[in-house]
């Protein structure tokens, strides 16, 4: 078994793999991060559990698409420096031309209803495959109170009362390096000496990467001039790509706030279809960026024509969203083995890894509610404030065809069989 030590897998053996991986990529990060535990550690055994977990700890600490950065470490880790490039980039690329060609259909008056009422058919499958990939992942907090509690804990301080993100992996990074760091201090060796954090080369890289990631920005505002909507919306999705925290969820609520009602580049109703769109299709969840870049473009393009203007702004706004993530992973990813030999740091990667359990839970209720039900109201009860179905509005064919693919999954049925038969589903519901 190979255990995920770098460079120990060919990178066109990985190739195949990484490409499936991308195609199979739907329903937000937790669904796409069962994805590729499935894949990686169960069926593949490239990359332990337990690397798996830290590494998913570590993307959790950055800002941007957690799920395309975990891909992006796990090839690094595997691959080398192109691993990264491959596995990151291929996990953005379907997503992208779906979202490309919807944006197409959409500006030039097509039919959206046949592509929608198919990617709707997806949504309740997308549903089974988390519902049945979560206890897999809960494997690792199992048997531990202390961690089943901070999941516990995670998830209702998300779930029930709103809490920052970030607030809640702190506390837990501080519960894991109180409670853990100091019973791994007698099984823990001294780290090697090419494990040691490396200044200069963090320096480098990030000074090389944070060239490439900009550049496009600055060649758009000296053809364009500062104040083209092309540079407005690079500078403001590029800072948006670095300085939030907690999730494409809460990365989206800032944006379509921003989007629609400070720079008008879209309706409300249009934001709502683009995160259809983008919780329908491949590829990470914050992608719903290039739609939103493409209408504001296309509307306000000159001196360029306006589908050029979509098209480039597509390409620069997705550029400057997830190039980030490769600088990120290049630059301090090789310096994560280390805290595998740092007994506080180890500690408190142990602890946030269990609250990321209880997020993806948040996330994955989140999901199921809004596939599931037609209307999911807002309660709120004193400091509590959660979301709540409405019973009346249940979409009996969604759940059924949840309830079936589960079995079929139970059965080990291929999930491209499942999704494309949730997508036929749609599309004759869309037709009727």
């Keep these: 078994m190979r255990d995920g030590t770098h460079r120990t897998l060919p990178l066109r053996e990985g190739l195949p793999v990484w490409s499936a991986i991308a195609a199979e990529s739907f329903g937000g990060p937790v669904a796409q991060i069962a994805v590729l535990h499935r894949v990686l550690v169960i069926e593949r055994r490239w990359i332990s559990e337990e690397r798996f977990q830290r590494a998913l700890s570590f993307c959790m600490l950055l800002p941007g698409p957690e799920a395309q950065q975990l891909a992006t470490y796990i090839g690094w880790q595997l ?17 992208f031309l779906a979202l490309l060609a919807l944006s197409l ?24 495959i988390v519902a049945h990939a979560l206890p897999r992942l809960a494997r690792h907090v199992a048997g531990d109170r202390l961690r089943v509690a901070v999941a516990l804990g995670a998830f209702l301080a998300l779930y029930f009362l709103r809490l920052p993100f970030p607030l809640v992996l702190a506390a837990a990074a501080l519960i894991g390096g109180l409670r853990y760091g100091r019973a791994a201090m007698t099984s823990i060796s001294v780290p090697p000496p090419a494990a040691t954090f490396r200044y200069h080369r963090v320096a480098r890289t990030l000074a090389l990467w944070l060239t490439i990631w900009l550049l496009p920005l600055i060649i758009a505002w000296l053809a364009l001039g500062s104040g083209h909507v092309l540079v407005h919306e690079g500078r403001f999705f590029a800072t948006s790509a670095i300085v939030t925290f907690g999730g494409a969820y809460a990365v989206l609520s800032y944006a379509a706030q921003e989007a629609v009602h400070s720079f008008h580049w879209l309706t409300p109703s249009e934001m709502v279809t683009g995160l259809g769109f983008a919780e329908s299709t491949p590829g990470p969840l914050i992608q719903v960026v290039q739609f939103v870049a493409f209408l504001g473009a296309f509307r306000a393009a000159a001196p360029l ?3 050029s203007a979509g098209i480039v702004a597509s390409l620069l706004v997705t550029w400057l969203t997830f190039v980030p993530s490769f600088m990120f992973i290049l630059a301090f990813g090789p310096s994560v083995e280390r805290l595998a030999h740092n007994a506080r740091l180890l500690g408190a990667l142990q602890g946030i890894s269990a609250a990321v359990l209880g997020a993806m839970v948040n996330l994955a209720l989140w999901f199921a509610l809004h596939t599931l039900f037609g209307e999911v109201s807002e309660i709120v009860r004193g400091v509590f404030r959660f979301s709540a179905p409405v019973p009346g509005t249940l979409d009996v064919i969604a759940l059924g065809v949840a309830v079936l693919s589960y079995a079929g999954l139970t059965l080990r049925l291929k999930h491209g069989w499942l999704l494309s038969a949730g997508a036929a589903v749609g599309l004759l519901r869309a037709l009727a």
């Design 79 to 95: 691959h080398g420096t192109w691993g990264a490039l491959v596995a990151g980039s291929l996990f953005v690329l379907p997503g």
């Design 305 to 307: 024509e306006p589908l």
């Design 105 to 128: 259909i959409y500006v030039y008056g097509g039919d959206t209803r046949a592509v929608a009422g198919m990617l709707a058919g997806i949504q309740p499958v997308v549903v089974a």
